[in-house]
């Protein structure tokens, strides 16, 4: 297997592992959603919190699950963060691990242990630090600041300015390394040329090997796709939630009452919603209804896959004699979804029972 496809796995692998596991906390303070919350006080204890912004100046003490447009965190979380946002900026403390999936991710405080990144760009400016290792899969990468550890990356672009306390990994078309970087370790990298790297830079062993991306980019165009499939769904269940928790839950305990008449009924909606869409934007003064109708039923088909999660997970995890909370179920049920529509015709009809029988649910508890 191609050195860019491991490291791929290997985030996917991380990311996956340690959202579903990680935390298994018995009390959570959640703090309302809104357009923007903000934390200034401290907190003994663990925090979920979901808005369109989120700022956190005050102290965490315990671990913090966020998911939003924007997070700020300014203040101290002496724990592991989770964060699922459009972007992501730390400049404060992060006192255990950090795990993020965003567009954008800029570090300019503290990360005292491991950092575990997938986002469109990923920087660690000249002023961050990260005490462990840096596992990120972007589209661009730049690191100025400090990395305890090792550094496995992959990206279109890496730009290495800063120092890495261990070995590094980088995969990418163009690796940029400046004659100021450090890398104490190992370097093994693998792009389209050979880097230029002034002497002294490198503490140990060079290996460099040419990419084929003609060869293997379509796997990892698929790995990529699927990760960022279930990072989004795993985005919408944690605010889902963080908002309508008992909602969710209810409506994943009827899915095994009557899956046949909810499949069926959810069969209904989905016709009877498309037809009436179709319909609407025929005429020019049903357009706008026809938009909010088009919406609504996208939004449900999404939610209807989380809440399917919610219960292949329950379900799942109680066989294996194994309790957890139910955003751990929701997402070990959800990415067990994903891999099982993978499979060759009979994955189609999971995942279209996954979303029908959920949506039925919805509908009939909707009419009572």
Known sequence: MKTSLQVLCKIMLLVATFMLFSHTATAYTTIESGDTVVIDEVIDDDVIVAGGTVIIDGTINGDVIVAGGMVEINGNIEEDLIVAAGDVQINGRVGDDLRVASGT???????????????????????????????????????????????????????????????????????????????????????????????????NNVHYSEMESHKDGGIVSSLISGLISYLGLVLIGLIGLAIWPEYMENIAAKTSESPG??????????????????????????????????????????????????????????????????????????????????????????????????????YMTARN
Do not use: C
């Open 261 to 362: 008449m909810a499949f069926l009924t959810g069969l209904l909606v989905l016709i009877v919603a498309g037809i009436l869409t179709i319909l609407l934007f025929v005429t020019i003064i049903g357009i706008p209804l026809g938009l909010i109708l088009l919406t609504t039923l996208f939004v449900m088909l999404y939610v209807a896959r989380i809440i399917a999660s919610i219960w292949i997970g329950r379900h799942l995890l109680s066989k294996m004699g194994k309790s957890t909370k139910t955003m751990n179920e929701m997402a070990f049920g959800l990415l067990v979804l994903l891999l099982a529509s993978a499979i060759p015709v009979i994955g189609g009809l999971i995942y279209l029972a996954a979303t029908l029988i959920p949506l039925g649910n919805i």
């Open 105 to 203: 991710l800029a570090i300019y405080g503290e990360v005292q242990d491991d950092v575990i990144s997938f986002a469109g760009e990923t920087v660690l400016a000249d002023t961050g630090y990260i005490g462990g290792d840096f596992s990120a899969g972007s589209g661009e990468i730049t690191i100025s600041g400090h990395v305890g550890g090792n550094v496995k990356a992959s990206a279109e672009e890496i730009t290495i300015h800063g120092n890495i306390g261990g070995d590094a990994e980088l995969n990418a078309e163009e690796i940029n390394i400046s004659p100021d970087a450090s890398i104490s370790g190992n370097l093994e990298y693998r792009s389209k040329s050979e880097t230029k790297i002034e002497e002294g830079v490198v503490g």
